[in-house]
């Protein structure tokens, strides 16, 4: 079974500054898809951005991107000129692709991104 | 295109009486999941359902949790007999039935109360 691991309950970052979120798992598995999630005070679960296991280059959207480390089996999210807005929780999740059906997303426990004004 | 929609928003229960929470997809979208946060954790999987079949209970409890996706109308997931430990939200996500798709479209959440 797959797990995924995030190894920082909370971090805090100054407004306008540059923040990473750690997330690691473990999976035997070769093709697989990896996000994340935001999830603000409102509860809505918010997808941030996407990882394709195949593709070496690092996925962005605008001032996220990720670090993928495919051997080291991590992926962080680097948030960029952090706002305010960008205050959450934050999931990491995995998807199998290699099982018909096996469609579920594994998430870690998250990170409690605080922004700083 | 409304997004997934879940309802109730908010659902108090006493203990032992039954809850139904109800989820509709996006438009087009023919693959249901529902997952359950538990207080300060992560979302954790329950069933996998597509139009008529279960196509993955792996993290559904053995007793008193049942989940249904009809020919028409929405998801239902039921929980019988609801006990404090049942208190959670219960997230709906959606996806459509094209091979490949990967990502999930989640609602708003259902968050169950029981006294």
């Known amino acids: 079974a797959q797990t995924v691991t995030q190894s920082q309950p909370e971090m805090s970052v100054q407004e306008a500054e540059t923040v990473t979120l750690s997330c690691t798992y473990d999976?035997?598995?070769?093709?697989?898809?990896l996000f994340w999630y935001k999830q603000p005070p409102s509860r809505q679960m918010i997808l941030v951005i996407r990882?394709?296991?195949?593709?070496?280059q690092n996925a962005t959207e605008n001032r996220f991107s990720v670090n993928f480390q495919k051997a080291a089996k991590s992926f962080s999210l680097k948030i960029s000129d952090s706002q305010l807005g960008d205050a959450a929780m934050y999931f990491c999740?995995?998807?199998?692709?290699?099982?018909?059906?096996?469609?579920?997303?594994?998430f870690g426990t998250g990170t409690r991104l605080t922004i700083i004004p | 295109n409304a997004g997934v929609m879940q309802n109730p928003r908010h659902l108090v229960r006493r203990r032992g009486q039954e809850a139904r929470l109800r989820c509709s997809p996006m438009?087009?979208?023919?693959?249901v999941y529902w997952y359950r946060q538990l207080p300060e954790e992560g979302l954790k999987f329950m069933v996998y359902?597509?139009?008529?079949?279960?196509?993955?209970e792996s993290g559904m409890p053995k007793e008193r949790f049942s989940a249904e996706f009809p020919k028409e109308g929405p998801s239902i997931l039921r929980i019988q007999q609801v006990v404090r430990g049942d208190s959670a939200a219960y997230f709906c996500?959606?996806?459509?039935?094209?091979?490949?798709?990967?990502?999930?479209?989640f609602g708003p959440g259902t968050r169950l109360t029981v006294t």
């Open positions: 990882q394709e296991a195949y593709k070496q």
């Open positions: 996500a959606s996806s459509p039935p094209l091979a490949g798709t990967y990502e999930q479209y």
């Open positions: 999740a995995y998807r199998s692709v290699s099982n018909f059906g096996n469609e579920k997303l594994t």
């Open positions: 359902l597509q139009k008529e079949n279960i196509i993955d």
């Open positions: 999976t035997s598995e070769s093709d697989y898809y």
């Open positions: 438009k087009g979208h023919s693959h």
